[in-house]
Each structure stands twice: as C-alpha cells, then as structure tokens.
C-alpha cells in the first residue's frame, strides 16, 4: 500500500487486491450476523465505470440481487465469491457462527493476537529517490526479483479453468487428455534441432510454448504477453456469458487451433527443403508468423524477403563476382550460408541450425595472403618457423619449395631482417597462389568460417589453413559443408591431382569455386 495525497484513511494498493475484496466481503457477511459490527474500509477500483458499490452489498434474501453477475466480469467474480461465502457461512454451527467474526476481528486488529493478518510496510518518504517515482514503478523496484508465472503457464491454467467451468462430464479426463497433449507439444519444442530453425535469434519468449501460442493468435511481432491477454478476454467472456455448451465447443476449437498450427510446424520440420529454406529465413529475421502456411515456392519467398533490400539496391546474380569484402560484407554472409543450405538440400539433409546458432562466423580469407608489413621481430620468426617452413617442408620434391625451405632456415638464423623477410614471404605466398592474380576479396577466395578457427592461425598459408580445418573437423566441431568442401578442393576442375596442387589454391580453384556458387544460388535468383 501507498499513501497517497493529503486524506488521512486513503490509501492505494499496489499488491493484494484480490485479497481486500475477498475480505470485505467475508467481513460484510459477518458483520451482518453479529450483535457487535464494525467499522469496514471500502475499496474503489481505478476502472472508474466498473466500480462496485461495496455499501449495496448484502447477504439477506431481496428482490434485486446486486451486483448483477451479467453485468461485467468484475461483478459475476463478486457475486459468486458471495454465494460461497453465504453457503459457508449456513454450514457454522450457531456457537460458532457467533464467534466467528470476534476471531477475524482479532487477528486484523489486535496488537497481541497470536495470529496476525499483516501488511509489507515500507516507508518510501524516508529515501529521495522514491518521493516523486509513481506507484507501480516504486512496486516493481521493491518487488524485483520474484519468479511469475510466464504468459503460457496462464494460458495452460485458463485450459483447465475452460475445461472444469465448460465441459459436462468426464472433466478429470478432459483435464488428463489436455495435459498429455501440451506436455507431447512441449517435449518436442524442446529439441534443439527444431527449436533453432523457428525460434528468432533474439528471442524475448520466457518460455518455447509461448512461441506456438504467438504463431497460433499471431501476436510474434509483440512483445509480452498479448496472447495470454487475449485467451483471458476470451475466458471472461465465455463465463459471463454463462452458456456453457457454446463455451466448451469454442474451448475445444481454441485447443485444436493450438495443435494445428504445432502441426504445421512439425510438416515444416519433417520436409528437409522447407526445414532448410524457413531456417533461413529466421536465421535472417523474418518471422515465422510471416511466412504462409502453405508455402509453395519458397526459393521466391527467400529472394523476395531476406535479398528484397538487396536487390533493391541493384544487386543481381550477375553482379555476384564483383561484390567486395568490405563494401558488400553483410550480403556475402547471406549468399555463403545459402550456398551451404542449397548443398544441404541437393543431399536432402537438414542444416543443423543449432550449431550453426552456437558460433560466430566470419567471412574467412581463403588464401589470405595480406600485404601488411609483420612488423614484431618475433611475429616474424614465428611465420617462417610454423606457417613457411611447416608448409614447404610437406613439398620438398619440388625445386622451388627446396629453395624456400632452405631460405627460410637461413633466414631464422638471421632473426628475419625485415626487408629479407618481405621477399621471402611474398615469393613463398606467390608459390601457394599458383600465378592466382585474381582479388583476393571477392566471392571466389571466402568462405564461412567460425571466428575462433579463424582467428586462430592468423596470417596463415593455405596449406596450414587446410590441415588445421581438418583437425577442427575431427575433433568434432562443426564445419559448415561448403567450407569442408573447399579445403577439400571437391569444387575445382583440374585433372594434375597431386599433392602439390592439393596444398595450393590456384586461380582455377577461384574461378571453379565462385562457378559452383552461382550454380548453386541460381534457383533463387532466376
């Protein structure tokens, strides 16, 4: 409660208003059958238009019932809470009917009555902060913390209030069929396999039930609790209406509204090329919510959603070659993951979105040969010793490469001389290009990759790049399959297979790579 205005006995209450009117209306009843009555308080509700008048409040037989449970919802609660009070009342014997309210009386009033009603007292006025912050936020801040009930757990609840007001008979095993049947949807929503291809990646949902329920009362692009406050209205509805036949049939189509629209979810998980294309799409936050029911040409749909800004701006398939690291880094991600998930689908696998969600990608350099002068001495030595030498020595039927690795040792004992090093790397990162003089920051030399693979070997050769993705992969994390693809030259067109060229990415292997992906990405852009 808090004091409000100047009026000594005016208070508002923030928490326990439920509780309030319940007793006064115990205490009327009571008061009514005493020989000593009291003094009541008397409640007003901020709703000005449904306020009850508690003083019209009476438990003798008259002619017109007040408050008329037709009225609103407020008044149907309040006139049943009184018939269950005048009917417990009745069943007192008469010795304790008498007593009854001296007891209540005394655990409201009396300072040294061993049972107490109490109030959570604070004093707002004594900190400076809390004088001019308005009620309900004073609440929340002295009340944060607690666990409420999530918005689906209330609309699990107002099921079984649906199925104990509304249905006839059999309510027990209408309550036990409705609680299998949520608890069936909710094990599934659990698998991590089909949560991640409908859940947004930044999800405000407190629970995953409550991502089915938005989907079903198409309330997904609103925060909160919007469907809960709709299937409420619904349930006051139905009970101030007091036709219980036509409220239990509206339940059980609310129910098998929930169920179907799980069973379309379920149809999008079960075909790999739907699974694929909508997890996608979320992946690039489009919502479930706007994606049809029975979605026919979904290679359209993606182009027409996660590409329409893209394509906007003048992009075409045509253009794919001449798209930049830098420039056009945002519209490369999308196009590689699209590439993965089109080489999942022509397999009629499922792209494992959860562990696609578990990791940050960046957009990996394939040969990245970099211009940057390694200015740390050390930072030096360490390239020639385990990227160079590491590399070259795997190549050393080669002439060339027996010439590298041999001035690469001479260099180490140097203690790599900036300018001798320069050359030295250039001509060792030439050897592993193969002659490739194409842009090292278009389509054909990126792929995805996880940015702590990535960031791990830093400048590094390709061949060091290929056997620690590898390692990567054999120890179990998770590569996406185009970049596996990759390493493994399973795009390029050469015949001359040999070790050499399996250790190198050559201008061929670019020009067949960003070949393929065109390919690939095609259906959705033609």
Known sequence: IVKKGHEQLVWEVLDGQQRLTTLLLLLICLNENSNHPINLYNIIYERQNDNLDFKKITYKDTHNEYPNKRLNPDCFHVSNAKKIIKEWYSSLSQDLSSSVLDKIVSCLTKRDSQKKVRFIWYDASSEDDFKTMESIALFNRLNGGKISLTGSELVKAL???????????????????????????????????FWNFICPKDSYLQTRMDLLLDFTRKKMNIKGDASYREYQEIFNQDIFNGDTKSAWDKWIRLWQEIKDNFDILTRWYENPILYNHIGFMVENGICIQDIEETIKNTHYKIRETVFQKDIEKGFTLDGLFNLKYKENYTLLKKLLL?????????????????????????????NSQTENTIQNPKERIDWIKFHALECLKRDLADNTAKQLY??????????????????????????????????????????????????????????????????????????????????????????????????RWSEQDHLDYQDTIKDFLSIYFN
């Open 406 to 503: 041999e001035k690469g040792k001479t260099l180490l004992e140097q203690n790599a001389p900036i300018k001798d090093f320069s050359d030295y790397r250039s001509n060792v990162g030439n050897f592993y290009l193969d002659n490739n003089t194409l842009d090292k920051d278009t389509i054909g030399n990126l792929t995805l990759l996880n940015s702590s693979i990535n960031r791990s070997y830093g400048n590094a050769l390709f061949p060091t790049k290929k056997l620690t993705v590898a390692a990567c992969d054999q120890m179990g994390e998770f590569i996406p399959l185009c970049t596996r693809y990759l390493f493994l030259k399973y795009y390029s067109s050469g015949t001359n297979a040999t070790r050499m060229n399996m250790m």
């Open 159 to 193: 099921f079984y209030l649906g199925i104990n007001h509304c249905s006839s008979n059999d309510k027990e095993m209408q309550q036990a069929r409705f609680s299998i049947e949520w608890d069936s949807i909710e094990r599934k929503l659990q698998d991590e396999d």
């Open 338 to 366: 699209l590439f993965n998930i089109e080489t999942y689908c022509r397999h009629n696998l499922r792209f494992p979105f959860h562990l696609f969600r578990d990791g940050h990608w960046d957009l990996e350099h394939v």
